[in-house]
């Protein structure tokens, strides 16, 4: 059993939760108790991920990048603080963009200079933004924008549901004027839920 099973504590509301999901008489074996254990952990988990905000567990210690930033200085800077994105900012510390590891790779591997996003703009009759690499010189010029963002309010089971959507593996946090507080990540999503459980 995962270590996140191990350590989440059902509580009756959500073993009543699981028997109202299966919509139907219980004549209970080993594998409907199985069932039901199951689908009651996860509403157990839901519970518990509901009740906590982003800003309880993001990260504030935040590397951010202004757009006009040389590419391979932004590519050393993920490269020395070991992480795989980071927004992108203005001078009013506004998030303007996100700029990933996947971003750089597109660069330096992608012939066709288009992204996924760019392809499904495509599909849907939109036109997709030319990326070359002998034109990209700086963070403004590969970034993804606008960026995913939540605020620091929001529920981390919402974060989450996001970030599972886009398939993206954190959001900048902002205030009202959209000036970057921090970032929540997937990986802060698990340590809160599995400290609370």
Same mark, same amino acid.
């Given at each position: 059993?995962?270590?996140?099973?191990?350590?989440?504590?059902?509580?009756?509301?959500?073993?009543?939760?699981?028997?109202?999901?299966?919509?139907?008489?219980?004549?209970?074996?080993?594998?409907?108790?199985?069932?039901?254990?199951?689908?009651? @952990?996860?509403?157990?988990?839901?519970?518990?991920?509901?009740?906590?905000?982003?800003?309880?567990?993001?990260?504030?210690?935040?590397?951010?990048?202004?757009?006009?930033?040389?590419?391979?200085?932004?590519?050393? @800077?993920?490269?020395?603080?070991?992480?795989?994105?980071?927004?992108?900012?203005?001078?009013?510390?506004?998030?303007?963009?996100?700029?990933?590891?996947?971003?750089?790779?597109?660069?330096?591997?992608?012939?066709?200079?288009?992204?996924?996003?760019?392809?499904?703009?495509?599909?849907?009759?939109?036109?997709?933004?030319?990326?070359?690499?002998?034109?990209?010189?700086?963070?403004?010029?590969?970034? %993804?924008?606008?960026?995913?963002?939540? %605020?620091?309010?929001?529920?981390?089971?919402?974060?989450?549901?996001?970030?599972?959507?886009?398939?993206?593996?954190?959001?900048?946090?902002?205030?009202?004027?959209?000036?970057?507080?921090?970032?929540?990540?997937?990986?802060?999503?698990?340590?809160?839920?599995?400290?609370?459980?």
């Amino acid at each position: 059993m995962a270590k996140e099973e191990e350590t989440t504590k059902l509580v009756g509301e959500d073993l009543h939760a699981a028997l109202m999901e299966m919509k139907t008489y219980v004549d209970i074996t080993e594998d409907d108790l199985k069932k039901i254990y199951e689908i009651a @952990l996860r509403h157990a988990r839901q519970r518990i991920a509901s009740r906590i905000q982003v800003q309880e567990v993001m990260t504030v210690d935040v590397v951010s990048v202004k757009p006009d930033v040389d590419l391979h200085e932004a590519a050393q @800077l993920l490269s020395d603080k070991r992480i795989s994105g980071m927004p992108v900012v203005d001078r009013e510390n506004r998030v303007i963009g996100v700029i990933s590891e996947a971003d750089l790779l597109l660069l330096a591997g992608m012939k066709k200079g288009h992204t996924f996003h760019d392809i499904l703009r495509k599909i849907m009759g939109e036109p997709a933004p030319v990326r070359s690499s002998a034109s990209a010189r700086r963070v403004g010029d590969v970034m %993804s924008a606008p960026a995913l963002i939540t %605020s620091p309010e929001e529920s981390i089971d919402s974060a989450a549901a996001l970030m599972d959507a886009h398939r993206i593996k954190r959001l900048p946090v902002v205030d009202a004027e959209g000036k970057l507080l921090g970032v929540i990540s997937r990986a802060d999503v698990l340590r809160a839920i599995s400290k609370k459980a």
